[in-house]
Each structure stands twice: as structure tokens, then as C-alpha cells.
């Protein structure tokens, strides 16, 4: 039976619940994951990884305004998330 993923979470780990694929993954993968999803729902981020976070999701923001301002997402933008998802 297919479940439902929760509204909010990324749309990757939704396809993998809903695809019931999450279980096919290795341990590790799914306790990394798990493990992340319960320390953002439970707001017990430390202090010092969200400000680093939080300064990254600025930054990014700042970039993205730049290169839209330039025309560069239009044709670039594709190889832009693919790089960010490699890192």
C-alpha cells in the first residue's frame, strides 16, 4: 500500500516514501535522514550550525539575486542546482 509523505519535506524523500524505495536504502542512509528530520522537528538544532545555516541560506539568497539581476538563471539555472546537489 502507498503511503503518504508528510507536507514540507523535500520532494526527493517524498517520492522515496510514497514510492515505498526509503526502505531499500542502506541503514546508514536512513538513520542520517531520520535523524535529521526529528532534530528539525524538535527545534533541537544547536546554536552554532543554525547560525551557519542561517548565514548560508542568506548568502545563497544574496547570489541568486545577483545572478538573477544578470540574466544568468534563465539559461543557467540547471547546472546550478546540480552542482549544489553534488556538494
Same mark, same amino acid.
Given at each position: %500500500?502507498?503511503?503518504?509523505?508528510?507536507?514540507? %519535506?523535500?520532494?526527493?524523500?517524498?517520492? %522515496? @516514501? +510514497?514510492?515505498?524505495?526509503?526502505?531499500?536504502?542502506?541503514?546508514?542512509?536512513?538513520?542520517?535522514?531520520?535523524?535529521?528530520?526529528?532534530?528539525?522537528?524538535?527545534?533541537?538544532?544547536?546554536?552554532?550550525?543554525?547560525?551557519?545555516?542561517?548565514?548560508?541560506?542568506?548568502?545563497?539568497?544574496?547570489?541568486?539575486?545577483?545572478?538573477?539581476?544578470?540574466?544568468?538563471?534563465?539559461?543557467? @539555472?540547471?547546472?546550478? @542546482?546540480?552542482?549544489?546537489? +553534488?556538494?
Amino acid at each position: %500500500m502507498k503511503q503518504k509523505a508528510p507536507a514540507g %519535506m523535500p520532494e526527493w524523500l517524498r517520492e %522515496m @516514501i +510514497e514510492n515505498d524505495t526509503f526502505k531499500d536504502q542502506p541503514k546508514e542512509f536512513q538513520d542520517r535522514i531520520i535523524k535529521a528530520l526529528d532534530t528539525i522537528a524538535t527545534g533541537t538544532v544547536p546554536p552554532d550550525v543554525q547560525e551557519v545555516v542561517t548565514i548560508g541560506i542568506r548568502e545563497q539568497k544574496r547570489n541568486l539575486e545577483i545572478a538573477k539581476g544578470a540574466n544568468l538563471l534563465c539559461d543557467r @539555472i540547471g547546472g546550478y @542546482i546540480v552542482r549544489g546537489w +553534488e556538494v
